[in-house]
């Protein structure tokens, strides 16, 4: 069964401090994929990847880098974390970018 | 630009009764359109999706059709059950691997 795994679940950061999510796939997908939820805004495009080594910007890509090191592995990165950034964030893969496989997503709060 | 309106953003309705959840796009070219459904706690889950003018999508009670003219894909299902209170996502495949999402909308059934 496809599988999506986020780390951590949960996480309280500083404003200013540097946040890494991460994401692990073993649908031997290529495509993998970085969201943002908040309410009213449903989900949003963050970054995208459709091969390891490369990343694709998204619709709200300011504030955030991607990086995707191997196919299976595909990390968001906040380098400055700001109050704005407090949400809950999904990773999802998919096979030819057509049907997504979410994973349990990861709470943020920026304090 | 690329967009999906879903134009209720609560819905409520008791045990048995008819929805209907409406959704209109706006995107260029001929996209793919799909429904997914989040659960507390959860990540979204695919429903389903159709690829072509006045093609039916369905899965667990839930259907959409696809209509280009109206460029709609409204979700409907016959008779609710407590079990289908979750939130309700629609969206589309821009071509480039890129999914566009609506803000989605919250059904509440009430036994």
């Known amino acids: 069964e496809a599988a999506v795994t986020q780390s951590p679940r949960s996480k309280v950061a500083v404003t200013g401090g540097k946040v890494t999510l991460s994401c692990h796939q073993t649908?031997?997908?290529?495509?993998m994929y970085w969201y943002r939820q908040d309410t009213g805004h449903g989900l949003r495009l963050i970054h995208y990847?459709?091969?390891?080594?490369?990343?694709e910007k998204g619709d709200i890509p300011d504030g955030y880098k991607a990086s995707r090191p191997s196919q299976e592995n595909f990390s968001l990165i906040l380098e400055l974390a700001s109050l704005s950034q407090t949400a809950v964030y999904f990773c999802?893969?998919?096979?030819?970018?057509?049907?997504?496989?979410f994973g349990p997503g990861t709470r943020l709060t920026v304090l | 630009g690329d967009s999906v309106t879903q134009t209720e953003g609560q819905v409520a309705l008791s045990e048995e009764d008819f929805l209907t959840i409406h959704c209109n796009y706006s995107?260029?070219?001929?996209?793919?359109l799909f429904w997914y459904v989040q659960y507390p706690g959860e990540g979204p889950q695919f429903l389903f999706r159709a690829s072509r003018d006045k093609e039916k999508g369905s899965s667990r009670g839930f259907e959409a059709t696809y209509n280009k003219e109206a460029t709609s894909f409204h979700l409907q299902k016959a008779s609710v059950q407590e079990s289908d209170s979750a939130v309700y996502y629609c969206a589309f495949n821009t071509g480039n691997y890129k999914y566009v999402f609506g803000a989605g909308t919250r059904l509440k059934v009430i036994a």
């Open positions: 995107a260029s070219g001929y996209p793919a």
């Open positions: 990847s459709y091969v390891a080594d490369s990343t």
């Open positions: 649908n031997n997908h290529d495509y």
């Open positions: 999802a893969s998919s096979e030819d970018g057509d049907e997504q496989y």
